[in-house]
Every structure is written in structure tokens, then in C-alpha cells.
């Protein structure tokens, strides 16, 4: 075997010989022709790599474009999905037709409207789904307009399946596209939306209106009706009959005017601000009693003030002048028949008191038996007619106040403070309960506790206490005496039953009906009685212990 050179060949040194550049070059004849080669190599080369960055160039351009045509691709994708969402999602039925008015699609609200399947709507033709009258030939003409370049909206009568028909409102559009031929395809693009609500409050509303003109029409109530401006000007726009005949005024001639230039007198009253608020904020206003003096209208009314829209508000009104002088009038009368009924009082009860001084003076001078017989039922009688003044004084006194609250404890402790009620405790567990009731209610609890005195014979202890309940609170009085035998407890609160005037209870019962609380009594005969006070809802509070 031949060895290989311990040093490396001098590479150059062979190329310079080759080429003819060499102190030993082997052929120098070559060097013209190689030259040319090895410029042309260099040139090659140079092309190479120039189109080696064109294509690199290339690619990175073709990957630009591929991401984008990636991008465009999902935005495609995540549109249709948006359009197949709204498209299936809409509350309208869409259908899409051909050009010649058949079926080519249709959204899943058709199919839940009418009742059917996909398949059989493709088969339908528009007769078929419609409602009596409405043809195939009426609908093929709305469809030719959209061809024409129209876009027709139109009211039509759908069915369903089952027959039932419901008005829909049609809008009808025409898209364009283009087949793989390149040619342009028209299809017809159908909106129909469902107005049987719409319809219903349409109806709803014509109803409102028609009972609204007819309560404005026929009611005895004056009405105005104003309108706020974005100004905050109150414009007067219109009146019922019942105004011009109460006001005996031609309220046409008030159209348009503010309240202030309507109704002068108004102008320094808080109505125009009462009005106005009413119209801006819907919170309704009354007052019981306007005065109102100008020209041909003079009196007194009742308003009541509400908004009936948005900027618009009515003010009904009742003439109340001749009630108010009826008011006055009586108000003079009870008060002449009070001071006659005082001065009346006062007449027969001096002369009762007399009487009784005059029979102190005869017993003294010892009558004999037959006279003082005659005496004591004379006693009796004139105790009678006291106890008929005292009666008839409190019965007129009651309702005369109006009803306030009162806390029952205190006004229990005032009631027996005019009686005897050394020999009886009392036990009052209701010290934070409050009624409202007439002014009289002390002589409600002075005749309850009189009747246990009288009565009760063995009573030792009166209770009070209360139970509140879901629409009422119950305030017990109960005591420990002889009770009231069961075929009694009905008629108790009659007037005249009892064994001496038989008003007392009776009285009872008419003070407390003045605030709609009512009283029964549930004791047991031999344990004692119970009187159950029932009052409603609004007319006690529990206030919290101090």
C-alpha cells in the first residue's frame, strides 16, 4: 500500500499550476478558456443565489398569504355562524324563495309559527299557509314587484297547521347572486312577523281610549286637560261637557292658552305648580276645598289631579259650593240644637236635683209608711230620668270629635278613677298599645268596669291584655266575677236590656263602631266575663316599651 503524504497537499499551489499563475504551472496554454468558465461559474453562482432570495422572498409572501386566506377563512366561518344565529335565532319567519316563488329555505322560527315539518313547508305554496282570501297569484304579484326592484312592506293572514289564522306583517327583499356560471340569480328574500299582540294592544288601547271618552263624556266631574311644554309652560288642550256645564263656559275658547292666562285667579295659587308637577313626575295632587272667584265662575271645588301620560295631565273637578253652604248651615243648626239641648239638660236636671233636695226635706219630718212608699218610687223615676240626661249628653257628644289616638292603659287608669275600685286589682298588660278611637273611649272602659261592679258581685281582678292576629288585634277585659249567663251574651249591646237602664253596653257598642271595632262578649258563665275588643288593621299600634 502506497502511504499517504504526512503533510496536506498545497491546494493552491495545484490551482495556480493548473491555471498557469504558477512558477511551475503545467499548462499556461489553458488560462484564457478557464477564465472564461470560472467567470461564468461566478455568474451562475450569483444567479443561483439571487434566485434563491426571490425565493425565499416567495415563500414568505406565500405564507403571508396563506395566514391572511387562514384569517379570512375563520371571519368567514365565525360570520356564518353569526348569520345561522341570528337567522335561526330572529322572533320573524324568514323564508328565502326563488325567483319563480318556490321555497328554498326558511328559518326554525317558520317551522315553530305554523306547525310543520321543514319538508312539508318546501312543498307549500303561499295559498297554503295563508288565511282565507289570500292567494298564491296575490302573493306571486308582491314578489314580482321585489324582481322590479321594489321593496314592498304589506300587512297579510298567516295559518297554521291547524287552521288557525293570525295576522303577520310582510316585508319582502330581493338579493343577488351569482352562480358558478358566472350569471347573476335573483332570489326573494321574505320577513313576516307575527302582530297578534301588536293587534291585541292596538285593540287594547282603542278599548282604553273608547272608555276613557266615554268616562270624559258622560261622568257629572269637570275635567281639564293640560299639557307641560319642554318650555315648562302648562298649555290648556281640552275639557268634557260636564266642565262647561259646571263652569258654564265655552272651554274652546281656552285652546292653547296657559293655565295662568286660562284662569287668572289660578296664577298666585300653588295649583299651576301642583299641575305641573303632576304632568312631570305621574304623582297625583287633590285638595278638598279651592275657592275660586273671577267673572261668571264663583265657588268653591273639589280637585283631584292625575297624569294620564307622559307631559299630560288631567284635573277633575266637582262644584262642592252648594254642599259647602249646606255644611255652614248645619254646622249653625247642630250647634243651636247643642245649646238648646245644654240649656234643656240643664233645666231638667236642677229640677231633678230639686226634687231630690224636697225628699231629703219630707223624710226628715218622718212621712208616714204609705207616703214613703210613694217617695222611693219617686226617687227611682227621678234617678231614671238622670241616668236617661247622662245617657242621651254622651250619645250626643259621640262622633261630634274627630277620633284620635289614645294609649288604652292611661285612658283605662282615668276611666276608674271615677269609680270604686279600692276592693279590685287591676292588671293592665298592655301598656304600649295605642287605638284609634272616638274621643268618648273612657266611657267605653268607665261602663265596661261600672257593669263589673254592679254585676260581677264576687269580681276581685280585672285583666287587660291583647293578641295581635293577621288582619286585627284582639284587646281582651276580662274579670273573675259571675259572668253572663250564655242566652244573655247576644243581647247585652241592645238598647234597654238590663236590669236597670240597659243603655250602658249599648252605648258601648256605638262609640267603638265609630272606628270599626266591635265587641262581643266570650266568658264562661260562673268563671267570669270577657269582652273582646276587635280592632282592625290601622286602627292600633304597638309602640316600643320606653
Known sequence: MKKHAEDDPDWNSQ????????????????????????EELLRKNEDLNAAYEELTATQEELRQNYDEL????????????????????????IYIHAADGRILDMNENVTMELGLTREEILRTVPEDVSGKDYTTSMAMAQMNKVLAGASPE????????????????????????????????????????????????????????????????????????????????????????????????????????????????LAQTQIPKKYRDVAATGENWQSDETLYSEGNIQGAFSVYAFRISPGTMVAMFRDITEARRAALSLEQARKKMNLLNSVTFQDIQSAAFSLTAYHVLIDQINPDKKISVYLEKEKILIQKIVTSLNFAKDYQDMGMHSPRWQTVSQTFLFAISHLDFSKITHNLEVANLEIYADPLLEKVFFNLMENVLRHGSTASRVRLYCQEKTDELVLFIEDNGIGIPQEEKQMIFDRGHGKDTGLGLFLVREILSITGISVR???????GTRFELHIPKGAYRLNPPK
Open 521 to 527: 262578649e266570650t266568658g264562661v258563665y260562673g268563671q
Open 15 to 38: 490551482r495556480m499550476k493548473i491555471i498557469g499563475l504558477g512558477e511551475s504551472s503545467i499548462r499556461k496554454s489553458y488560462y484564457p478558456e478557464l477564465q472564461l468558465r470560472l
Open 154 to 265: 304589506f300587512e297579510w293572514v298567516a295559518k297554521r297547521k291547524n287552521g288557525e289564522e293570525f295576522p303577520v306583517e310582510i316585508r319582502l327583499r330581493r338579493l343577488e347572486l351569482v352562480n358558478d356560471r358566472g350569471e347573476k340569480e335573483y332570489r326573494i328574500l321574505v320577513i313576516a312577523r307575527d302582530l297578534t299582540r301588536s293587534k291585541q294592544a292596538e285593540q287594547a288601547l282603542r278599548e282604553s281610549e273608547e272608555k276613557f271618552r266615554n268616562i270624559t263624556e258622560y261622568v257629572p266631574l269637570g275635567m281639564h286637560i293640560y299639557q307641560i311644554q319642554p318650555d315648562g309652560r302648562l298649555v290648556f288642550s281640552g275639557a268634557n261637557p260636564a266642565a262647561d256645564t259646571i263652569l258654564k263656559l265655552d272651554h274652546t275658547r281656552l285652546m292653547g292658552k296657559t293655565i295662568e292666562e286660562a284662569f287668572p285667579s
Open 70 to 93: 387562514a384569517r379570512r377563512e375563520r371571519e368567514l366561518v365565525e360570520s356564518k355562524n353569526l348569520l345561522e344565529a341570528i337567522y335561526n335565532g330572529s322572533p320573524d319567519m
